[in-house]
């Protein structure tokens, strides 16, 4: 089965779509910034997201990897 179709790899996968954008978005910023609008726009919005909860998105980060380890 897909990790789509589990919430658990549904979580794991926004959550590396988060910090992914959020990397690329310090390192690149002109690559982020000028899809703000239409399909594109999610990633821009994933990074605002990565940016302003930065704390709360490291603690799911590592929840996710102690849960991953154990399992």
Aim: hydrophobic share 55%.
């Amino acid at each position: 089965m897909t990790a789509i179709f589990k919430f658990d790899g549904l979580l794991l996968i926004l959550l590396l779509l988060i910090c992914t954008c959020t990397f690329v978005r310090a390192q690149f910023p002109s690559l982020i910034d000028r899809n703000k609008h239409g399909f594109l726009g999610a990633f821009w919005k994933m990074a605002r997201i990565g940016e302003r909860l930065s704390p709360y998105v490291a603690l799911a980060c590592i929840a996710m990897a102690v849960k991953t380890l154990v399992h």
